[in-house]
């Protein structure tokens, strides 16, 4: 009895005097992911300009998506098994400067063969983004708190998407379509400055109390081991939750890469809206998506509280919530209005983000910490097959049947995932979390 008075006095301690040193951290991380999705997405809000300045048909565009998507698709698990092998400062920082680098090249451009092998180096270094997430949420936070540290770190993968239409629109109107990639890489590599100066490991940082150490530690996870690329892929894939996470992943992806290249060119074409009005909305859907991201780790705590679901079921249910959110899109093949399509649109982005920051949080809290960059690097490997095999197939069918029934898939895309999430993954017997 003394020993558990003694064991709660010392938890009382620790959560007076932790400090908050881990949610700076990941703010720092926020900042670079949407720093990445500026430069990403700043391709999709000049696509029609481009289109008539380089003399690019709709398949030539999609052509270009997909060689970033490709790239992407490939490296994630090279960067995330880098970022394991080297550490995440040091190996999101190498990344970072090449990305940054590359947009800047885009302002050279001369056909859309060149931008589209520029985009897939852009890709293969943005590649990082994703096992980094996955590397920051299980270096600074405990387990209690990855579904909600999940959730904010969500954000800066649609914050940047909802800042790109006015800053890429605002660098274009002074500086025209090669100024604005000039720019957004300017910016990029003002954060790779922030990085290399304040970003530390949570056993190195200066300004880390001993407190909060031990709360950040409380899990008493092993070390992790370093084992050789190919060895890590044999691991990962011989364990059933990797594919509970990767095929919803898979079926989730293609409507995040609809909102990222292609909505603008939707509503240019099929709405009728110039590139101010494309800027006044199309950062909306963005906008839902962080609050869904927000809202995802909030949400486990809900079905935690009501339903006594366990802390993965909590996740898989936040997840599935998600996954019914999603079904808004179908109504998109029906609507006229371009306002009731944004609308619609960004109920999907809500949805998504769910989905996508829960498959984070099932990702720290299924792997060690040796294995989570390289694990959420496969995951996005799967994520990012499905999203350049559907851009190559609205590249090809766009302009003969419409946009309409790709946005009738994407709505059932993801109750499809969410099936094999409860199946491989969904734990069977209730307990405490």
Same mark, same amino acid.
């Not at 949400?299 to 993965?312: I, N, Q, S």
């Not at 694990?375 to 851009?391: D, L, P, T």
């Given at each position: 009895?003394?020993?558990?008075?003694?064991?709660?006095?010392?938890?009382?301690?620790?959560?007076?005097?932790?400090?908050?040193?881990?949610?700076?951290?990941?703010?720092?991380?926020?900042?670079?992911?949407?720093?990445?999705?500026?430069?990403?997405?700043?391709?999709?809000?000049?696509?029609? !300009?481009?289109?008539?300045?380089?003399?690019?048909?709709?398949?030539?565009?999609?052509?270009?998506?997909?060689?970033?998507?490709?790239?992407?698709?490939?490296?994630?698990?090279?960067?995330?098994?880098?970022?394991?092998?080297?550490?995440?400062?040091?190996?999101?920082?190498?990344?970072?400067?090449?990305?940054?680098?590359?947009?800047?090249?885009?302002?050279?451009?001369?056909?859309?063969?060149?931008?589209?092998?520029?985009?897939?180096?852009?890709?293969?270094?943005?590649?990082?983004?994703?096992?980094?997430?996955?590397?920051?949420?299980?270096?600074?936070?405990?387990?209690?708190?990855?579904?909600?540290?999940?959730?904010?770190?969500?954000?800066?993968?649609?914050?940047?998407?909802?800042?790109?239409?006015?800053?890429?629109?605002?660098?274009?109107?002074?500086?025209?379509?090669?100024?604005?990639?000039?720019?957004?890489?300017?910016?990029?590599?003002?954060?790779?400055?922030?990085?290399?100066?304040?970003?530390?490991?949570?056993?190195?940082?200066?300004?880390?109390?001993?407190?909060?150490?031990?709360?950040?530690?409380?899990?008493?996870?092993?070390?992790?081991?370093?084992?050789?690329?190919?060895?890590?892929?044999?691991?990962?894939?011989?364990?059933?939750?990797?594919?509970?996470?990767?095929?919803?992943?898979?079926?989730?992806?293609?409507?995040?890469?609809?909102?990222?290249?292609?909505?603008?060119?939707?509503?240019?074409?099929?709405?009728?809206?110039?590139?101010?009005?494309?800027?006044?909305?199309?950062?909306?859907?963005? @906008?839902?998506?962080?609050?869904?991201?927000?809202?995802?780790?909030?949400?486990?705590?809900?079905?935690?509280?009501?339903?006594?679901?366990?802390?993965?079921?909590?996740?898989?249910?936040?997840?599935?919530?998600?996954?019914?959110?999603?079904?808004?899109?179908? @109504?998109?093949?029906?609507?006229?209005?371009?306002?009731?399509?944004?609308?619609?649109?960004?109920?999907?982005?809500?949805?998504?983000?769910?989905?996508?920051?829960? @498959?984070?949080?099932?990702?720290?809290?299924?792997?060690?910490?040796?294995?989570?960059?390289?694990?959420?690097?496969?995951?996005?490997?799967?994520?990012?097959?499905?999203?350049?095999?559907?851009?190559?197939?609205?590249?090809?069918?766009?302009?003969?049947?419409?946009?309409?029934?790709?946005?009738?898939?994407?709505?059932?895309?993801?109750?499809?995932?969410?099936?094999?999430?409860?199946?491989?993954?969904? !734990?069977?017997?209730?307990?405490?979390?």
């Amino acid at each position: 009895m003394s020993l558990m008075l003694e064991n709660a006095s010392v938890t009382d301690e620790i959560k007076t005097k932790k400090g908050n040193v881990r949610w700076w951290m990941l703010g720092l991380f926020l900042f670079g992911v949407t720093v990445n999705y500026i430069t990403r997405n700043s391709l999709g809000i000049l696509a029609p !300009e481009l289109k008539t300045t380089l003399g690019m048909s709709t398949e030539q565009y999609s052509w270009i998506v997909g060689s970033f998507q490709l790239a992407y698709t490939i490296f994630q698990p090279l960067c995330g098994w880098l970022i394991d092998v080297i550490g995440l400062k040091v190996g999101f920082l190498i990344c970072a400067t090449i990305w940054a680098f590359v947009t800047m090249l885009h302002a050279g451009a001369g056909s859309w063969l060149h931008l589209a092998i520029l985009r897939f180096l852009m890709g293969a270094t943005e590649a990082a983004a994703t096992p980094a997430n996955a590397k920051t949420l299980g270096e600074w936070f405990p387990k209690k708190e990855r579904p909600v540290a999940a959730g904010w770190a969500g954000v800066g993968f649609s914050v940047g998407a909802m800042l790109a239409p006015p800053i890429i629109v605002m660098a274009h109107s002074w500086l025209g379509w090669q100024g604005a990639f000039i720019f957004s890489g300017i910016i990029s590599f003002a954060w790779i400055a922030l990085w290399w100066l304040f970003y530390y490991d949570p056993d190195k940082h200066p300004r880390l109390s001993k407190e909060e150490l031990a709360f950040i530690k409380q899990d008493n996870e092993p070390i992790p081991v370093k084992v050789p690329f190919f060895t890590a892929l044999k691991n990962i894939s011989k364990n059933k939750k990797f594919y509970g996470i990767a095929i919803p992943a898979f079926m989730a992806e293609p409507a995040w890469a609809v909102l990222s290249f292609w909505v603008p060119l939707y509503l240019a074409h099929d709405k009728g809206m110039d590139l101010k009005q494309i800027a006044m909305f199309a950062w909306l859907p963005f @906008l839902a998506a962080d609050l869904g991201s927000i809202a995802s780790g909030y949400l486990t705590k809900v079905y935690a509280k009501l339903f006594g679901c366990t802390r993965v079921n909590s996740v898989i249910a936040s997840s599935v919530s998600g996954a019914f959110l999603m079904i808004s899109l179908t @109504l998109v093949a029906v609507t006229e209005s371009p306002y009731v399509t944004i609308f619609l649109i960004s109920i999907g982005g809500f949805g998504h983000q769910i989905i996508s920051c829960m @498959l984070s949080a099932l990702v720290v809290e299924s792997f060690d910490k040796g294995q989570m960059a390289t694990v959420n690097g496969m995951r996005g490997s799967f994520a990012w097959i499905a999203s350049f095999i559907f851009s190559l197939i609205i590249g090809a069918t766009a302009d003969t049947i419409g946009y309409s029934p790709l946005f009738v898939a994407m709505g059932f895309f993801d109750l499809i995932g969410a099936m094999f999430l409860i199946y491989f993954i969904a !734990e069977r017997k209730n307990q405490t979390a």
